[in-house]
């Protein structure tokens, strides 16, 4: 059972570069999310699917999209990468049970823009 | 929206007990929760307390729940070098939300 899946791990891109970054999970969960993670900031959320066919922006979208390709399956783009885009970035999904939201993450992409 | 706010950095030693505290604006969370992030990893949770509850404990882990001043903590019992990590609060709000989570405080535990 590997949970949620992201890759690449690690990237390097140039300014100006685009880039995917995939995420998959084998949890059967509806919702997905899209952080990322920087110094001093704590996790930041991108945007998320609360369910397959459905997209929301979340606290920090500009310069990114998403697109929900199937209930498994939530990757994020960035068309023109910059500098301020280098960060972790994390997946995760969640369902919900009883009203909490647990949520899985993955182990994280460290994007460089240089 | 929700914002929560924790200290940023705690060292204990080996065989002390150590408390994270974090707080919240919003007064409708109903789920409050405790992730632990390890170098190089994503995050895992490790509890949570719904906000009907003054109190849950955990084995090591006991979480405190003031609703009243909106605080939350964490009381790791007997810490071990193995806590060491980022631990991270998140609120939830009523109805469909997504998490907000805190900055993170960095616990650092020494032999």
């Known amino acids: 059972n590997a949970g949620v899946t992201q890759t690449p791990k690690f990237q390097v891109l140039k300014t100006g570069q685009s880039m995917t970054l995939q995420c998959a999970q084998d949890m059967n969960h509806n919702s997905m999310y899209w952080y990322r993670q920087d110094p001093g900031m704590g996790l930041r959320l991108i945007y998320y699917?609360?369910?397959?066919?459905?997209?929301d922006k979340g606290e920090v979208p500009n310069g990114y999209n998403v697109s929900r390709l199937n209930k498994r399956e939530f990757s994020l783009r960035l068309e023109s990468a910059a500098p301020s885009q280098t960060s972790v970035y994390f997946c995760?999904?969640?369902?919900?049970?009883?009203?909490?939201?647990?949520?899985?993450f993955g182990q994280g992409t460290r994007l460089t823009v240089v | 929206g929700e914002d929560v706010e924790q200290s940023l950095f705690l060292s204990v030693r080996e065989g002390d007990s150590s408390v994270i505290n974090c707080t919240y604006t919003d007064s409708s969370s109903t789920y409050l929760y405790w992730y632990k992030q390890e170098p190089g990893a994503g995050l895992q949770l490790l509890t949570y307390i719904f906000s009907n509850m003054d109190m849950k404990q955990d084995q090591r882990l006991t979480v405190l729940l003031n609703k009243k001043d909106k605080h939350l903590s964490l009381r790791i019992a007997d810490t071990q070098t193995g806590d060491s990590a980022i631990y991270f609060c998140a609120g939830q709000g009523s109805g469909y939300s997504t998490l907000t989570f805190g900055k993170g405080t960095m616990l650092l535990v020494s032999p």
């Open positions: 699917s609360a369910s397959e066919g459905t997209t």
């Open positions: 995760a999904s969640s369902e919900r049970d009883r009203g909490n939201t647990e949520a899985f």
